[in-house]
């Protein structure tokens, strides 16, 4: 391989490859939620931080702009990552983690840029580094917006109740496939299933029936998995609302080939809370976010 063409895919591997229509959608809906948090509680009392567990590197590109081959690398389109869109609003701090040590030398170099801003950055678990949050800050003194972004499953369902009694929290989650991909076909009780529990409680019950088979002789109990992966998202959103009290109505479904992603947002249970909620929800209900994501969402349901 030539030189010019291996540094070119390092630099290429160094910026993240996620993207599509969807992280259009889910970082336009970011933007817009993070626009409505900064007006509604900026230069008021309570500090804000924005915390961003699975920042990832600062900048995403989209896959098709990447052409294999020719002496020289492809240009790369790069454009704002959650942690850089953030960066344009107004908090007093910033907390970005990602597990991975290239991703936190790109989030490092961003910071050089903002020597204004408070930024931290630690290359940690997204579950234990925001839980620590949640538990060392007072939040008499703070607000805070963390944006979940995972790639395969959900956080733990203990870090999604450790953000919820801070009653100070707003968040976006995009909930990934991850977590209906590892329910099996045909059996609730199997450990796969069970271990679900930690990342959405009782999941399984939800999601398969029991009924008999083989005519009145010899019946046999058999289980299978009933839900679709919309029902498994809703069924998350119903267990949210076991522990927040401020969840967006529906969930945004976002399509990537083959898979789709939802998007579930929920604000802190504080003062002011059903207003910001309301904007929130109307962001979620936004004929043009929700028209691209309707789009990828029927080219990939089944009859
Ligand atoms: C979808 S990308 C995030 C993209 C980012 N939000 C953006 O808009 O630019 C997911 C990121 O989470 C990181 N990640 C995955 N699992 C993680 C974990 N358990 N803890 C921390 N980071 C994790 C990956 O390294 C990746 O950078």
Known sequence: MRAIE???????????????????????????????????????KPRLKYIDPFAGCGVWS?????????????????????????LNFKFDEFLFADKDRSSVDKLNGLRAQFPERRIQIAKAKADGFLREICEATNWEKWRGFVFLDPFGLPPRWRTMRAIARTRAIDFLLLLPPGINRLLTRNGKTTPANKALDRFCPSLGDACYREYEEGGLLQPQAVCMKVAKPHDVANYYGTQLRTVFRYIVQAPLPLNIVGATYYLWGGVGDNNGAAERLEIMQRIFSDREIRWRAKQHYRSTQRP
């Open 6 to 44: 291996f540094f070119g895919r390092i630099a290429t591997m160094l910026t993240m490859d996620f993207g599509g229509i969807h992280t259009v959608a889910k970082l336009d809906c970011l933007r817009r939620c993070l626009d409505a948090f900064a007006s509604a509680l900026g230069g008021r």
């Open 62 to 86: 989209p896959k098709q702009h990447k052409r294999p081959g020719g002496f020289f690398p492809s240009p790369t389109l790069e454009f704002e990552g959650s942690a850089r869109i953030a």
